[in-house]
């Protein structure tokens, strides 16, 4: 399949780029409501009247892997508000020499969604940037 994936390099251990993965509120932005850093959590996520999504945390693996379920979404720029359903937003990460691989999927999030090219220029801002920062300087860039 052709989901969405970006992959980032850092001069960290994959726990510090663990523990920036689970400090969601550093990165991506909007409102952010309830626990985002153990197996089990469920949190929501909802950027003004655009985009709302409730994610839980099937995977957790320190300094290897989190991977959050869409629970359920609603997306207003496009004309099935529910395509986030059922997708799967993995990060994995490993370490490559003196540092550490993090790769971002978005499993179910493929170009003949609707929202792919909105939604892939997000994540791609929010990963490559937003993210690379917070685990890079501990401070990210949500806007």
Same mark, same amino acid.
């Given at each position: ?8 390099? &850092?001069?960290?251990?994959?726990? =510090? ?8 509120? +550093?990165?991506?932005?909007? =409102?952010?409501? +309830? ?8 949190f929501t996520y909802r ?6 999504? %409730?994610?839980?945390? @099937?995977? #957790?693996?320190?300094?290897? %892997? ?7 979404? /609603?997306?207003?720029?496009? !004309?099935? !508000? !529910? =395509?986030?359903? +059922?997708?799967?937003?993995? #990060?994995?990460?490993? %370490? ?5 691989e993090v790769r ?5 999030? &493929?170009?003949? #969604? ?12 929010? &990963?490559?940037?937003?993210?690379? /920062?917070?685990?890079? @300087?501990? !401070? +990210? =860039?949500?806007?």
């Open positions: 399949m052709n989901d969405y994936t970006t992959t980032i390099m &850092v001069e960290k251990t994959p726990e =510090e780029a663990f523990a920036a993965i689970n400090n969601v509120r +550093g990165w991506w932005s909007g =409102e952010i409501e +309830g626990g985002t850093n153990k197996l089990g959590d469920v950027y003004e009247d655009v985009h709302y999504s %409730k994610q839980k945390i @099937t995977e #957790f693996i320190p300094g290897k %892997k989190v991977v959050w379920e869409i629970l359920d979404s /609603s997306l207003n720029f496009v !004309k099935d !508000k !529910k =395509e986030w359903n +059922g997708t799967r937003v993995t #990060f994995d990460i490993s %370490k490559m020499g003196n540092k550490t971002f999927t978005h499993a179910g999030l &493929v170009p003949n #969604f609707e929202c792919y090219d909105s939604c892939s220029t997000a994540w791609a801002f929010y &990963v490559n940037k937003s993210l690379r /920062s917070l685990i890079t @300087t501990g !401070k +990210g =860039e949500p806007n």
